[in-house]
């Protein structure tokens, strides 16, 4: 079965500090599909990325950059040099290929203190 | 602008009545879901439609209903609200296949059910 863990519940730290947010997953497929969400206060979900299991490489995308690790079946997210802005809760979501299924992590709370 | 649109996006109903959230997107994407968020267990996905009349179960489907009679809308169904179904609820859109395009959310509609 799919599942997707997101262990931090909330996090705090204070305005540019780096900070990573853990997600560890559970699937059967060799196929799949990782992503991450962010939720703002104002309560949209918005896209940061997507990596297909095949592609193993880091991303880094300006201060954000993600880890993506088969071997410990974990996508870690970590934003550096924190911001106000980045207070949100964060979502890790799991899809396999060819099921439309998407499992959501419980998501993770974090607070930016300036 | 590419968008999916959800109403209404506040809603208040009793145990009971019969009621429909609409959710259209203009960007002729194939696929589109339900989702609802509940404090401490993230998204969960109600149902999702790989195309028209092509619908099918996600995790907690019970007591709801969907329909895809048209590309761009996909409303989703409470033919008796309970209590239990208050929540956020997204819908979302994204084309091609499962896991290799971005997922495009709605704002979000908020229900409260009395």
């Known amino acids: 079965a799919q599942k997707v863990t997101q262990a931090q519940t909330e996090i705090s730290v204070v305005e540019k500090e780096d900070v990573t947010l853990d997600c560890v997953y559970e699937t059967r497929d060799t196929t799949y599909y990782l992503f991450w969400y962010k939720q703002p206060p104002s309560g949209e979900l918005v896209f940061l990325i997507r990596?297909?299991?095949?592609?193993?490489q880091n991303e880094i995308s300006g201060r954000y950059s993600w880890n993506f690790q088969k071997s410990t079946s974990s996508f870690n997210f970590t934003i550096t040099a924190s911001q106000v802005v980045d207070s949100a809760v964060y979502f890790c979501?799991?899809?396999?290929?060819?099921?439309?299924?998407?499992?959501f992590g419980t998501g993770t709370r974090l607070k930016v203190l300036a | 602008e590419a968008q999916v649109t959800q109403n209404p996006r506040y809603l208040i109903t009793v145990t009971g009545k019969k009621l429909t959230v609409t959710c259209s997107q203009n960007m002729n994407h194939e696929y589109m879901s339900w989702y609802r968020q509940d404090p401490g267990l993230g998204l969960r996905q109600i149902y999702y439609s790989m195309n028209v009349e092509v619908t099918d179960k996600g995790d907690v489907p019970e007591g709801y209903k969907v329909s895809r009679k048209e590309k761009r809308n996909f409303p989703l169904i409470l033919e008796s609200p309970s209590p239990n179904q208050t929540s956020l609820y997204f819908c979302?859109?994204?084309?091609?296949?499962?896991?290799?395009?971005?997922?495009?959310f709605g704002p979000g509609t908020r229900l409260l059910v009395l």
């Open positions: 979501a799991l899809s396999d290929r060819g099921t439309y299924k998407y499992i």
């Open positions: 990596r297909n299991s095949f592609d193993e």
């Open positions: 979302a859109s994204t084309f091609g296949t499962s896991g290799q395009e971005t997922q495009y």
